[in-house]
Protein backbone atom coordinates (compact mmCIF):
# COMPACT_ATOMS: atom_id res chain seq x y z
CA UNK A 1 0.00 0.00 0.00
CA UNK A 2 1.04 3.38 -0.49
CA UNK A 3 2.12 5.55 2.58
CA UNK A 4 0.43 8.84 2.87
CA UNK A 5 1.39 9.67 6.11
CA UNK A 6 4.78 12.44 6.50
CA UNK A 7 7.98 11.33 7.63
CA UNK A 8 6.29 11.36 11.45
CA UNK A 9 3.59 9.67 10.77
CA UNK A 10 1.23 12.54 10.79
CA UNK A 11 -0.51 12.96 7.34
CA UNK A 12 0.74 14.83 4.64
CA UNK A 13 -0.77 18.71 3.98
CA UNK A 14 -1.82 19.28 0.31
CA UNK A 15 0.89 21.94 -1.43
CA UNK A 16 -0.66 25.50 -1.08
CA UNK A 17 -2.75 26.53 -3.95
CA UNK A 18 -0.47 28.75 -6.71
CA UNK A 19 -2.40 32.53 -6.28
CA UNK A 20 -2.75 34.96 -9.35
CA UNK A 21 -0.46 37.36 -7.36
CA UNK A 22 2.58 34.27 -7.42
CA UNK A 23 2.53 34.07 -11.04
CA UNK A 24 2.00 37.93 -11.60
CA UNK A 25 5.36 37.98 -8.86
CA UNK A 26 6.94 35.48 -10.40
CA UNK A 27 6.51 37.28 -14.27
CA UNK A 28 7.61 40.31 -13.16
CA UNK A 29 4.29 41.65 -14.26
CA UNK A 30 1.29 43.02 -12.65
CA UNK A 31 -2.12 41.32 -11.09
CA UNK A 32 -4.25 42.69 -13.96
CA UNK A 33 -1.71 42.04 -16.28
CA UNK A 34 -1.34 38.49 -15.82
CA UNK A 35 -4.96 38.12 -15.91
CA UNK A 36 -5.81 39.45 -18.88
CA UNK A 37 -3.00 37.77 -20.77
CA UNK A 38 -4.75 34.61 -19.07
CA UNK A 39 -8.30 35.28 -19.70
CA UNK A 40 -7.26 36.58 -23.25
CA UNK A 41 -8.30 40.15 -22.79
CA UNK A 42 -6.60 43.49 -22.89
CA UNK A 43 -4.15 45.44 -25.09
CA UNK A 44 -0.28 43.11 -24.24
CA UNK A 45 2.18 42.24 -26.71
CA UNK A 46 2.65 38.67 -27.73
CA UNK A 47 5.65 38.15 -25.28
CA UNK A 48 4.13 39.33 -22.80
CA UNK A 49 0.69 37.64 -23.06
CA UNK A 50 2.79 34.73 -23.94
CA UNK A 51 5.42 35.14 -21.16
CA UNK A 52 2.32 35.17 -18.46
CA UNK A 53 0.79 32.12 -19.82
CA UNK A 54 4.15 30.20 -19.54
CA UNK A 55 4.62 31.02 -16.15
CA UNK A 56 1.47 29.87 -15.10
CA UNK A 57 1.61 26.67 -16.62
CA UNK A 58 4.69 25.98 -14.89
CA UNK A 59 3.49 26.79 -11.80
CA UNK A 60 0.28 24.70 -11.55
CA UNK A 61 -1.77 27.88 -11.33
CA UNK A 62 -5.22 27.13 -11.92
CA UNK A 63 -7.87 29.56 -11.76
CA UNK A 64 -10.29 29.44 -8.27
CA UNK A 65 -13.39 28.08 -9.76
CA UNK A 66 -15.36 28.57 -6.61
CA UNK A 67 -14.89 32.63 -6.56
CA UNK A 68 -15.53 32.03 -10.58
CA UNK A 69 -18.79 30.45 -9.72
CA UNK A 70 -19.91 32.99 -7.30
CA UNK A 71 -18.49 35.87 -9.77
CA UNK A 72 -20.85 34.55 -12.82
CA UNK A 73 -23.39 32.30 -11.52
CA UNK A 74 -21.94 29.82 -13.47
CA UNK A 75 -20.03 26.37 -12.42
CA UNK A 76 -19.28 25.28 -16.18
CA UNK A 77 -20.93 22.01 -16.03
CA UNK A 78 -22.68 20.65 -18.95
CA UNK A 79 -24.57 17.40 -18.27
CA UNK A 80 -24.93 15.01 -21.06
CA UNK A 81 -27.05 11.85 -21.23
CA UNK A 82 -27.91 9.38 -24.07
CA UNK A 83 -32.70 9.22 -23.39
CA UNK A 84 -32.10 6.03 -26.23
CA UNK A 85 -30.33 3.53 -24.14
CA UNK A 86 -31.81 4.50 -20.86
CA UNK A 87 -32.13 0.29 -20.17
CA UNK A 88 -28.31 0.69 -20.40
CA UNK A 89 -27.21 3.49 -19.44
CA UNK A 90 -23.91 3.48 -20.44
CA UNK A 91 -24.15 1.33 -23.56
CA UNK A 92 -23.88 4.07 -25.54
CA UNK A 93 -19.99 4.38 -25.27
CA UNK A 94 -20.35 0.87 -27.49
CA UNK A 95 -21.83 2.66 -30.05
CA UNK A 96 -19.26 4.69 -32.51
CA UNK A 97 -21.85 7.05 -33.58
CA UNK A 98 -22.32 7.67 -29.48
CA UNK A 99 -18.81 7.47 -28.95
CA UNK A 100 -17.91 10.22 -31.06
CA UNK A 101 -20.79 12.19 -30.60
CA UNK A 102 -19.60 12.12 -26.87
CA UNK A 103 -16.02 12.87 -27.58
CA UNK A 104 -16.53 15.52 -29.81
CA UNK A 105 -19.02 16.93 -27.22
CA UNK A 106 -16.79 16.73 -24.55
CA UNK A 107 -13.40 18.04 -26.21
CA UNK A 108 -15.95 21.01 -28.32
CA UNK A 109 -17.20 21.86 -24.54
CA UNK A 110 -13.66 22.11 -23.16
CA UNK A 111 -12.00 23.85 -25.47
CA UNK A 112 -15.27 26.85 -24.37
CA UNK A 113 -14.03 26.64 -20.97
CA UNK A 114 -16.92 23.87 -20.14
CA UNK A 115 -16.51 19.85 -18.41
CA UNK A 116 -19.12 17.42 -19.70
CA UNK A 117 -20.38 15.30 -16.62
CA UNK A 118 -21.81 12.02 -17.78
CA UNK A 119 -25.32 11.20 -16.44
CA UNK A 120 -26.55 7.92 -16.83
CA UNK A 121 -30.10 7.75 -19.16
CA UNK A 122 -33.13 7.33 -17.24
CA UNK A 123 -31.87 9.60 -13.97
CA UNK A 124 -34.19 10.17 -11.34
CA UNK A 125 -34.17 14.25 -10.47
CA UNK A 126 -33.01 13.19 -7.61
CA UNK A 127 -29.58 12.11 -9.03
CA UNK A 128 -28.67 14.92 -10.67
CA UNK A 129 -30.67 17.89 -8.76
CA UNK A 130 -27.91 18.59 -6.26
CA UNK A 131 -25.09 19.35 -8.95
CA UNK A 132 -24.35 22.83 -10.33
CA UNK A 133 -24.84 22.05 -14.06
CA UNK A 134 -25.24 25.08 -16.12
CA UNK A 135 -27.41 23.00 -18.98
CA UNK A 136 -27.52 19.42 -19.93
CA UNK A 137 -27.36 17.88 -23.57
CA UNK A 138 -29.88 14.92 -23.85
CA UNK A 139 -29.17 13.46 -27.01
CA UNK A 140 -31.51 11.12 -28.77
CA UNK A 141 -34.73 11.31 -25.96
CA UNK A 142 -37.09 9.03 -26.16
CA UNK A 143 -40.50 10.22 -27.10
CA UNK A 144 -42.01 11.73 -23.75
CA UNK A 145 -39.21 11.28 -22.09
CA UNK A 146 -39.84 12.40 -18.87
CA UNK A 147 -36.01 13.48 -17.86
CA UNK A 148 -36.80 16.28 -19.97
CA UNK A 149 -39.52 17.92 -18.54
CA UNK A 150 -37.86 17.54 -15.10
CA UNK A 151 -35.10 19.69 -16.26
CA UNK A 152 -37.08 22.32 -18.35
CA UNK A 153 -39.00 22.26 -14.72
CA UNK A 154 -36.13 22.69 -12.65
CA UNK A 155 -34.85 25.64 -15.23
CA UNK A 156 -32.08 23.67 -16.47
CA UNK A 157 -31.41 24.64 -20.26
CA UNK A 158 -31.90 21.80 -22.30
CA UNK A 159 -30.00 20.53 -25.68
CA UNK A 160 -31.43 17.72 -27.46
CA UNK A 161 -32.69 17.01 -30.40
CA UNK A 162 -35.64 18.71 -32.34
CA UNK A 163 -38.43 16.73 -30.42
CA UNK A 164 -38.16 19.65 -28.00
CA UNK A 165 -38.41 22.25 -30.83
CA UNK A 166 -40.42 25.53 -29.33
CA UNK A 167 -40.28 24.48 -25.50
CA UNK A 168 -39.25 27.34 -23.52
CA UNK A 169 -36.19 26.80 -22.53
CA UNK A 170 -35.02 24.34 -24.50
CA UNK A 171 -32.91 24.04 -27.97
CA UNK A 172 -31.88 21.64 -30.61
CA UNK A 173 -29.49 20.35 -33.25
CA UNK A 174 -30.75 18.11 -35.62
CA UNK A 175 -30.19 15.60 -38.83
CA UNK A 176 -33.35 15.76 -40.99
CA UNK A 177 -33.68 12.28 -41.47
CA UNK A 178 -35.80 12.45 -44.82
CA UNK A 179 -33.21 14.45 -46.96
CA UNK A 180 -30.77 11.29 -45.62
CA UNK A 181 -32.71 8.53 -46.41
CA UNK A 182 -33.55 9.94 -49.90
CA UNK A 183 -29.99 10.21 -51.01
CA UNK A 184 -29.02 7.13 -50.13
CA UNK A 185 -31.94 5.69 -51.74
CA UNK A 186 -31.53 8.21 -54.83
CA UNK A 187 -28.28 6.28 -55.00
CA UNK A 188 -29.05 3.17 -55.00
CA UNK A 189 -32.20 3.30 -57.21
CA UNK A 190 -29.18 5.07 -59.79
CA UNK A 191 -27.07 2.55 -59.70
CA UNK A 192 -29.81 0.07 -60.89
CA UNK A 193 -31.35 -1.02 -57.55
CA UNK A 194 -35.23 -2.37 -57.85
CA UNK A 195 -35.88 -4.03 -54.36
CA UNK A 196 -34.50 -2.31 -51.55
CA UNK A 197 -34.55 -3.57 -48.56
CA UNK A 198 -34.36 -1.43 -45.11
CA UNK A 199 -32.71 -2.53 -41.38
CA UNK A 200 -34.38 -0.56 -39.29
CA UNK A 201 -33.27 -0.67 -35.14
CA UNK A 202 -36.79 -0.55 -32.76
CA UNK A 203 -36.25 2.69 -31.27
CA UNK A 204 -38.84 4.89 -30.54
CA UNK A 205 -36.67 8.18 -31.10
CA UNK A 206 -38.08 11.19 -33.64
CA UNK A 207 -34.66 10.39 -35.94
CA UNK A 208 -35.49 6.78 -36.55
CA UNK A 209 -39.51 7.51 -36.89
CA UNK A 210 -38.66 9.83 -39.69
CA UNK A 211 -36.23 7.45 -41.29
CA UNK A 212 -39.00 4.94 -41.53
CA UNK A 213 -41.73 7.65 -43.07
CA UNK A 214 -39.21 8.99 -45.53
CA UNK A 215 -38.43 5.21 -46.45
CA UNK A 216 -42.28 4.47 -46.88
CA UNK A 217 -42.67 8.13 -49.09
CA UNK A 218 -39.34 7.49 -51.31
CA UNK A 219 -40.88 3.82 -51.83
CA UNK A 220 -44.11 5.02 -53.09
CA UNK A 221 -42.84 8.09 -54.87
CA UNK A 222 -40.81 5.66 -56.66
CA UNK A 223 -43.82 2.14 -57.11
CA UNK A 224 -41.32 0.56 -55.25
CA UNK A 225 -42.41 -1.94 -52.61
CA UNK A 226 -41.25 -1.73 -49.19
CA UNK A 227 -38.98 -4.19 -47.71
CA UNK A 228 -38.39 -3.69 -43.78
CA UNK A 229 -37.07 -5.42 -41.68
CA UNK A 230 -36.50 -4.46 -37.40
CA UNK A 231 -33.66 -5.30 -35.51
CA UNK A 232 -35.69 -6.56 -32.00
CA UNK A 233 -32.30 -5.03 -30.14
CA UNK A 234 -29.36 -2.55 -30.54
CA UNK A 235 -26.01 -4.25 -31.30
CA UNK A 236 -24.23 -6.40 -33.56
CA UNK A 237 -25.96 -9.71 -32.86
CA UNK A 238 -29.74 -8.24 -32.99
CA UNK A 239 -28.54 -6.26 -35.99
CA UNK A 240 -26.90 -8.95 -37.85
CA UNK A 241 -29.64 -11.42 -37.37
CA UNK A 242 -31.78 -8.98 -38.83
CA UNK A 243 -30.42 -8.23 -42.05
CA UNK A 244 -29.93 -11.74 -42.74
CA UNK A 245 -33.80 -11.73 -42.48
CA UNK A 246 -33.75 -9.07 -44.94
CA UNK A 247 -31.02 -10.75 -47.13
CA UNK A 248 -33.59 -14.20 -46.97
CA UNK A 249 -36.06 -12.55 -48.95
CA UNK A 250 -39.85 -13.12 -49.90
CA UNK A 251 -41.52 -16.17 -50.41
CA UNK A 252 -40.11 -19.73 -50.66
CA UNK A 253 -37.90 -21.80 -53.12
CA UNK A 254 -37.42 -20.90 -56.96
CA UNK A 255 -40.01 -18.24 -56.37
CA UNK A 256 -38.53 -16.29 -53.56
CA UNK A 257 -38.11 -12.33 -54.20
CA UNK A 258 -34.58 -11.05 -52.91
CA UNK A 259 -33.49 -8.12 -52.53
CA UNK A 260 -30.72 -6.23 -54.55
CA UNK A 261 -30.04 -3.23 -52.02
CA UNK A 262 -29.83 -2.84 -48.46
CA UNK A 263 -29.68 -0.02 -46.83
CA UNK A 264 -28.90 -0.66 -42.78
CA UNK A 265 -30.03 1.93 -40.91
CA UNK A 266 -29.46 0.40 -37.61
CA UNK A 267 -25.93 0.72 -36.41
CA UNK A 268 -23.83 -2.24 -37.10
CA UNK A 269 -19.75 -3.30 -37.48
CA UNK A 270 -20.16 -2.46 -41.54
CA UNK A 271 -17.54 -5.94 -42.43
CA UNK A 272 -19.86 -8.46 -40.31
CA UNK A 273 -22.83 -6.61 -42.55
CA UNK A 274 -20.92 -8.06 -45.50
CA UNK A 275 -20.32 -11.31 -43.73
CA UNK A 276 -23.74 -11.87 -43.31
CA UNK A 277 -24.05 -10.89 -46.96
CA UNK A 278 -21.43 -13.49 -48.36
CA UNK A 279 -23.24 -15.97 -46.10
CA UNK A 280 -26.50 -15.62 -47.66
CA UNK A 281 -24.73 -16.04 -51.00
CA UNK A 282 -24.59 -12.57 -51.96
CA UNK A 283 -21.44 -10.89 -53.97
CA UNK A 284 -21.59 -7.27 -53.40
CA UNK A 285 -21.76 -5.22 -55.08
CA UNK A 286 -22.29 -7.64 -58.08
CA UNK A 287 -25.50 -8.95 -56.52
CA UNK A 288 -26.43 -6.75 -53.68
CA UNK A 289 -25.96 -3.50 -53.29
CA UNK A 290 -25.12 -2.09 -50.16
CA UNK A 291 -24.89 1.34 -47.76
CA UNK A 292 -25.22 1.49 -43.72
CA UNK A 293 -25.49 4.29 -41.74
CA UNK A 294 -22.24 3.85 -39.91
CA UNK A 295 -19.67 6.14 -38.23
CA UNK A 296 -17.02 3.14 -37.42
CA UNK A 297 -14.01 3.49 -39.55
CA UNK A 298 -13.78 -0.11 -40.33
CA UNK A 299 -16.05 0.72 -43.39
CA UNK A 300 -13.12 1.95 -45.35
CA UNK A 301 -11.11 -1.06 -45.06
CA UNK A 302 -13.10 -3.90 -45.88
CA UNK A 303 -13.57 -5.65 -49.13
CA UNK A 304 -14.87 -3.95 -50.71
CA UNK A 305 -15.20 -0.93 -49.42
CA UNK A 306 -18.56 0.26 -47.51
CA UNK A 307 -20.58 3.01 -48.36
CA UNK A 308 -21.76 4.88 -45.38
CA UNK A 309 -24.22 7.41 -44.53
CA UNK A 310 -22.63 9.58 -41.86
CA UNK A 311 -24.66 11.67 -39.25
CA UNK A 312 -21.27 13.67 -38.74
CA UNK A 313 -21.89 13.73 -34.64
CA UNK A 314 -18.65 15.82 -35.18
CA UNK A 315 -20.85 18.43 -36.49
CA UNK A 316 -23.68 18.07 -34.20
CA UNK A 317 -21.46 18.15 -31.66
CA UNK A 318 -19.97 21.89 -32.68
CA UNK A 319 -23.01 23.40 -33.46
CA UNK A 320 -24.58 22.33 -30.50
CA UNK A 321 -21.60 23.29 -28.18
CA UNK A 322 -22.15 26.85 -30.32
CA UNK A 323 -25.42 27.16 -29.74
CA UNK A 324 -24.86 26.74 -25.82
CA UNK A 325 -22.63 29.35 -25.61
CA UNK A 326 -24.87 31.85 -27.45
CA UNK A 327 -27.83 30.85 -24.28
CA UNK A 328 -25.65 31.02 -21.53
CA UNK A 329 -22.91 33.37 -22.43
CA UNK A 330 -24.38 35.78 -25.35
CA UNK A 331 -28.27 35.73 -23.74
CA UNK A 332 -30.17 34.00 -26.46
CA UNK A 333 -33.24 33.58 -24.95
CA UNK A 334 -35.60 32.47 -28.02
CA UNK A 335 -35.74 28.89 -28.86
CA UNK A 336 -34.59 27.45 -31.98
CA UNK A 337 -32.04 24.98 -33.57
CA UNK A 338 -29.88 23.98 -35.88
CA UNK A 339 -30.22 21.85 -38.79
CA UNK A 340 -26.54 19.42 -39.90
CA UNK A 341 -26.92 17.86 -42.99
CA UNK A 342 -25.74 13.87 -43.16
CA UNK A 343 -23.38 13.28 -45.74
CA UNK A 344 -23.45 10.09 -47.90
CA UNK A 345 -19.89 8.65 -48.68
CA UNK A 346 -19.66 6.72 -51.89
CA UNK A 347 -17.81 3.04 -51.73
CA UNK A 348 -17.21 0.33 -54.12
CA UNK A 349 -20.11 -1.81 -52.34
CA UNK A 350 -22.95 0.48 -53.57
CA UNK A 351 -21.25 1.11 -57.40
CA UNK A 352 -22.44 -1.80 -59.38
CA UNK A 353 -19.35 -1.66 -62.32
CA UNK A 354 -20.88 -4.32 -64.13
CA UNK A 355 -24.12 -2.21 -65.28
CA UNK A 356 -24.21 1.57 -66.72
CA UNK A 357 -25.65 3.51 -64.19
CA UNK A 358 -27.04 5.61 -66.74
CA UNK A 359 -29.38 2.96 -67.39
CA UNK A 360 -32.23 3.74 -64.99
CA UNK A 361 -34.43 0.59 -67.17
CA UNK A 362 -32.04 -2.36 -66.10
CA UNK A 363 -33.36 -4.87 -64.51
CA UNK A 364 -31.71 -6.00 -61.11
CA UNK A 365 -29.29 -9.29 -60.93
CA UNK A 366 -32.50 -11.19 -60.21
CA UNK A 367 -34.87 -10.33 -62.71
CA UNK A 368 -38.22 -8.11 -62.98
CA UNK A 369 -39.68 -7.35 -59.75
CA UNK A 370 -43.54 -6.94 -60.71
CA UNK A 371 -44.14 -4.40 -57.89
CA UNK A 372 -40.74 -1.92 -58.54
CA UNK A 373 -40.93 0.27 -61.21
CA UNK A 374 -38.10 2.65 -62.28
CA UNK A 375 -38.21 6.21 -61.04
CA UNK A 376 -36.90 9.11 -62.19
CA UNK A 377 -33.35 9.78 -61.82
CA UNK A 378 -32.08 11.32 -58.13
CA UNK A 379 -30.84 14.58 -57.38
CA UNK A 380 -28.97 15.55 -54.84
CA UNK A 381 -31.07 16.90 -52.00
CA UNK A 382 -30.59 20.04 -50.09
CA UNK A 383 -30.16 18.91 -46.82
CA UNK A 384 -27.80 15.74 -47.77
CA UNK A 385 -23.98 15.77 -48.50
CA UNK A 386 -22.27 13.89 -51.28
CA UNK A 387 -18.78 12.79 -51.86
CA UNK A 388 -18.03 9.69 -54.12
CA UNK A 389 -15.01 7.75 -53.14
CA UNK A 390 -13.16 5.77 -55.20
CA UNK A 391 -13.53 2.00 -55.41
CA UNK A 392 -10.24 0.13 -54.34
Known amino acids: MTDLSGHDGAASQPAPRVRLVDVAREAGLSKTTVSAALNGTGRLSPEVRQKARDTARAM ?233 VSEDVTAEHTEPPVTTLSLRPEAVAEAGIELLVAVLEDGRRESGGVLVPARLDVRASSVRRSRAAADPQADGPQGDDPQAAPGPRPVPHPQAEWTSLPPT
Not at 111 to 130: C, D, F, H, I, T
Not at 134 to 147: R, W
Not at 252 to 279: H, K, N, W
Open 60 to 292: GYRPNATARQLRTGRARLIGYMVGELADTPWSFLESPYFARLTGATAATALKRGYALVLLPAGSLQSEWAGLPLDAVVVADPLTGDPVVDDLLAARIPVFSDRSVEGRPGAYWVDVEAGPAVCAAMDHLLEQGARRPALVLPDSATRFDAGVRAAYGDWCAAHGVAERVVVAAERGNGPVVRAVETALAGDGEGPGRVRPDALFVMAEASPPLVLEAARRQGYEVPGDLLLVC
